[in-house]
């Protein structure tokens, strides 16, 4: 039996409201938010927390793949599967990769993983998808977009949560939405009606109705429709025409509300959220998604489900949220202004040299003495054993011992908070802070760890741990 | 013949004309002044020198020993670079007078220079050690003022107590001649200054100035024949600690352990038992103003956590227990980094000879110089010297 095993989900903590973005440029908003990413955050440091939210309790030892997918990775050559992987800790034979170009990469990976799980290749496949679409300002996508990400493990045998029943699959060659390769930064398109009608909506109730008739459902078997839309309205229009009651609360919410379309990573986030919202055994789930075609997969839900412990995705994240009340901010956080640049240091060969010590946040842990501490040396520092330790991985919580808000260091945005940190494993280090309301920040809080872009010097994206406020969620 | 630091004494010093924006010097025109100053003060002629040591702690200032050689034209003799961090200046005047002490060299000099202000950016250039991600974020004032909470909370610091340092020490610098900053500030100006790193605001920061010094440094026996008011060293002392200080669990941030350990070592060296009723001045390193609230404490003139009631309560003035900063210290001077622990001794020996150049200690006769370097206290050296021990 193949399905899915865990789920997680990633909000970033700031959201705009839509009236903050309207009064910037004069002109009507709709209610409620988008998420957005913070400048320290990108499609894979986000798609990193939901694939830790999602593998939180598994050993990362027994990861057999990493799927990456996004539309607006980092990279346009280099693999982010791989940073993803080691983040993980996830080992070196688990395969890697990445899908990417069309918003329909995730389903893509899905489905990649759950034919290897179901063939018997590999198991715990982790499918994360992370995206921070750019819209043009002052369209309606300007509203509409929202960053975050989420996570599936894909698996096989008793812990899927999930099972995987079949799937249905449509192309649709049209121009929806698109971004050309070199020439575009934002989001592009030409005739919205003829998109929505003739593409979304047309296709999208073709692929559901296909997939329920492929697979013996009736809408009424249907015990969650968890479809994607483009945007708020077009959701709205398809539940009747697919025969799915949204009173019922059979149609999963789209989470356009508080969080926005964040394209690729859409299915994944919404089939979290649904896993986490009262989910029971023998439930049918329709997950769907379009982009220039549609993805439809269907899954029944296993006892497994009431037994994985409590996990982070997108009600906790729903819970962490903090206003950016500026649209200038907002802007500078999507490079849509001229900022200075951080004429900051990287080397290649020592970043690779350290991988284990950046990526999984290794440390040393003397065998003698049992003194745990970061960066990895090779003499003791309590007991000057020599060459003795184990190398193990840090806790990922701890306690402020000293902080300072700094105005001098050259940031996207001051101050910058920086904190001495003790870890739940006695190891002290040193840690920007992120995702924090500086006046908030005191001795001995309590921080939890989080994987964040530090800089981009010698044009390339430096990747590190930030500390930030301990949150509730996964207890 | 057997010697010990005890028989080395300084002859001469000087420095460059001012200290601060010298955008119309070069590194080679501030050496150029404070070397042959030195010589000129000691009466020694720069053929007589037999080697020499230079800090300066920034490549982009010049690297090697002839970055000295070539402004005074010491050719053909041994010329050493040291590089010790903020404690650059400190090492090559330690260096000087052990080679002294050694029997080696009989007349040497010491000097120091820094030239930042060629550079761009804000606050000092990048220094030290690098890693692409670990530790990124710090900053000079952060790596010092990460000490406040804690403080803040052991020993209920406030940012008043900070403030206070910055008055003093600018009291004192307006009256210095070469001083970049030679103006008095309020607690007020201070306390609403914009803040460059925590509690510590533009006025609690030391400037980004260029300068030099320079000593002139030879064995008692041989001073005597130079001037009468020569002094004499009664400690060297330099510790090492960490570059790694916010990674040490056992790092309180309560006191600069390398302060701590390298005044044990001096105290030991001068006999010295009550620091504050045996030393008359200090010139400490206030790169920030909490860092001297640390170093009064760490040398052992006030109680730990009784810093910050030290200088409010007028006891580090010139007039007052002992003076700390009677030049006004880096807070006036800047931090050309590779000058400023010869700047100091400069400031020490013309106090101790009487005739200091901005406020006088009256009847200074023990001094101190303390250097400090490292993100947050790395390395510390600190000098002992004396005006009463000539004839001994």
Known sequence: MAGIKSFGAYVPWLRLSREVIAKGWGIPGAPGTVAVANFDEDSVTMAVEAALNCVEGFDPASIGGVLFASTTAPYAEKSLASLVATVLDAPENAHTADFAVSLRASTSALLTALDAAACGRADNIVV????????EPITPWEQTLGDGAGALLVGEGEGVIAEYLGFHSLKDEIMFTWRRAEEDHMLREFNARMAQSMGYEKVMVRAIKGAMKELGLSPESVARAVFTAPDFRSHGRIAAKCGFNPTAGQVQDALFAFVGGTGTAQPLMMMAHALESGLKEGDVVLLAHYADGADVLAFKVTGALAQLPPRRAVNSCLAAQHPLDSLARFMRYRGLTVIPTLDDFGSPVQTWRDNSQVYPLHGAKCNKCGFVRFPIDRVCGRCRARDDNTEVRLARRGRVFTFIHDNLYPAVELPTTLAVVDLEDGARIFLQMTDRVPDEVEVDMEVELTFRLIHKGDEWNHYFWKCRPARRGGE | MTCSIHD?????????????????????????????????????????????????????????????????????????????????????????????????????????????????????????????????????????????ERHRKEFGLTREDLAHVAVKNHANGAAHPRAHFRREVTLEQVIKAPSISGPLGLLDCCPISDGAAALVITRKDIARKYRDDFVTVRALAL????????????????????????????????????????IDLAEVHDCFTITEILNIEDLGFCRKGEGGRFVREGRANVDGDVAINPSGGLKCFGH????????????????????AEGKQR?????????????????????????????FK
């Open chain 2, 239 to 278: 510790s090492v600690y960490s570059n790694w200080l916010p990674f040490q669990p056992d790092f309180d941030y309560l006191a600069w352990r390398p302060t701590v350990k390298a005044a044990e070592q001096a105290y030991r060296q001068a006999g010295i038992e009550d620091p504050l009723r045996e």
């Open chain 2, 362 to 390: 009256e009847g200074a006769k023990t001094g101190m110089a303390h250097n400090l370097g490292g993100l947050g206290g790395t390395v510390c050296g600190i000098a002992i010297l004396s005006s009463e021990d000539r």
């Open chain 2, 8 to 148: 080395v004494a300084i002859i001469g010093g000087g420095a460059s004309k001012v200290f601060g924006e010298q955008f119309g010097k070069s590194a080679d025109d501030l050496l150029f002044e404070a070397c042959f100053e030195a010589l000129d003060d000691a009466g020694v002629g720069v053929e007589e020198i037999q080697a020499g040591w230079i800090g300066i702690a920034y490549p982009f200032t010049g690297l090697s020993g002839a970055t000295m050689a070539d402004p005074i034209k010491l050719y053909d003799i041994p010329i050493t670079h040291t590089e010790n961090y903020c404690c650059s200046g400190m090492d090559a005047f330690r260096n000087a007078c052990l080679a002294v002490a050694s029997g080696m060299y009989d007349m040497v000099m010491a000097c120091g220079v820094e030239k930042i202000t060629d550079q761009g950016g804000r606050g000092l250039p990048g220094l030290g050690q690098q890693h692409p991600v670990i530790f990124r974020g710090i900053t000079a004032p952060s790596a010092f003022g990460l000490a406040f």
């Open chain 2, 336 to 355: 050309p980094i590779g000058a400023t622990g010869c700047r100091m001794v400069f400031e020490v020996m013309r106090q101790l000879q009487g005739r």
């Open chain 1, 128 to 135: 994360t998808a992370g995206e921070t679409r750019v819209a």
